[in-house]
């Protein structure tokens, strides 16, 4: 098995950031950032990891166990803008579509579940692999031969994927030290206090040498006397850390229940072909046409047939004069569909490229967007160039 397990949040976070100098809406005003980015991200991941098996974790809306004990626990981060959390529910109707297992827990943050997750998928005697695909420097712990941690690209820097010696080398002590490194130097994205005047490369030393916190603790007075007051004046502050930073499956805290959801049960995670008939008046009401053109790809799937009638005959009208003969052989109340064919969806970020005329069934032609063309449309005796009549004053 190849499972990968998301941090549905963050995912949903970085998407929703990623856009925010060029916010992406639909022609009828819903915010599609967080929803585009997180589809976008999804199917990359199913090209480059080719899951059998995936999860998504959700932070609980209640206070976690850390909140209790520790006050002031992410209370530095502020309320997520409101299109991000109108456009949350896009995002979990899309994982529902793709058949994506998704779960929260009360007193629980998605990171607990995918700790819970990993481990178990990992014991399983069929999995190959485990990917968390997360930006969490905690979740680093978990990395093993078996587990490793993808994190997504960001702006211009690459995705990382680190296995052990990919952690080793990213943060300078092992995958069972990240608790103790944390506890160390802090994490300012969780509001985790850490020691004051440790830095990392202080943390690192002090790792490499004496291996854990509480080695670390116990050997004070070999220190260099500046160094062992910050560590004292910090103690409890670096234990309360180390408790907060340290993910463990819910069965090693007895005095926590241990919820279904962190269960791994390979029938619940099974990658499954998506759900067509709900995923694309989904993604045709969001505007994700292309994206539903690589979805369909991806798994082998055909569009749904057009409602419209095929093109035999189809022409290329590149001058003005072509232009002229082909709307004056039109009947002057002839109805006449049109198409327009842009550089972008978005309509405040498309430019025309041409336009698709068709008068009768079965027949067409294209106009290469030219200001000539707009003329002849323009001086047209068909409805295209007529104006509206003026009405008779009383």
């Known amino acids: ?5 998301l941090d549905g949040m963050g995912l949903a976070y970085r998407a929703y950031f990623a856009f925010a100098d060029r ?4 022609s009828q005003g819903i915010p599609t950032a967080a929803p585009f980015g997180f589809l976008s991200t999804l199917l990359d991941l199913y090209e480059e990891l080719k899951p059998t098996h995936w999860g998504l974790a959700w932070d609980s809306a209640e206070p976690t166990f850390r909140h209790e004990e520790l006050a002031g626990y992410k209370a530095h981060r502020s309320e997520p803008p409101e299109e991000l959390l109108e456009s949350l529910p896009y995002v979990r109707q899309l994982a529902q579509a793709l058949h994506l297992y998704q779960a929260e827990v009360p007193g629980y943050e998605a990171d607990d579940l995918l700790a819970g997750w990993a481990l178990q998928a990992a014991a399983h005697p069929e999995t190959e692999r ?15 031969e078996k587990i490793h941690l993808y994190r997504p690209a960001r702006g211009k820097a690459p995705a990382e994927k680190l296995d ?3 952690v080793k080398a990213k943060f300078g002590v092992e995958p069972h030290q990240i608790p103790d490194y944390l506890a160390l130097v802090g994490d300012s994205s969780d509001n985790l206090p850490g020691v004051k005047g440790i830095g990392e490369k202080t943390a690192v030393q002090l790792l490499q040498k004496y291996g854990s916190l509480e080695a670390i603790y116990q050997n004070l007075a070999l220190l260099p006397k500046n160094l062992a007051q910050k560590l004292e004046a910090g103690r409890d502050l670096a234990w309360a850390t180390y408790a907060l930073a340290r993910l463990l499956p819910s069965a090693d805290k007895p005095s926590r229940p241990h919820p279904e959801s962190h269960r791994f049960l390979p029938s619940l995670f099974a990658v499954q072909p998506p759900d067509w008939e709900t995923l694309l008046p989904l993604l045709e009401k969001l505007e994700f046409r292309r994206l539903r053109e690589r979805l369909q790809k991806l798994w082998n799937a055909d569009p749904q047939p057009s ?5 035999s005959s189809y022409r290329l009208i590149e001058k003005p004069e072509e232009l002229s003969a082909y709307l004056r052989s039109l009947p002057p109340e002839a109805p006449v569909a049109f198409d327009t064919e842009t550089t972008h969806l978005h309509p405040m970020h498309a430019e025309l490229v041409g336009l698709a005329l068709c008068a009768e069934p079965g027949q067409a032609v294209f106009l290469p967007h030219h200001p000539h063309h707009l003329a002849c449309v323009e001086r047209s005796p068909t409805p295209l160039g007529r104006k509206p009549p003026k009405k008779n004053r009383p």
């Open 164 to 166: 052990p010696a990919g």
């Open 130 to 144: 485990v990917w968390i695909v997360s930006a969490d420097k905690d979740l680093a712990q978990l990395v093993s």
């Open 23 to 26: 916010p992406l809406r639909t």
């Open 1 to 5: 098995m190849q499972v990968v397990l």
């Open 307 to 311: 409602p419209s009638v095929s093109v």
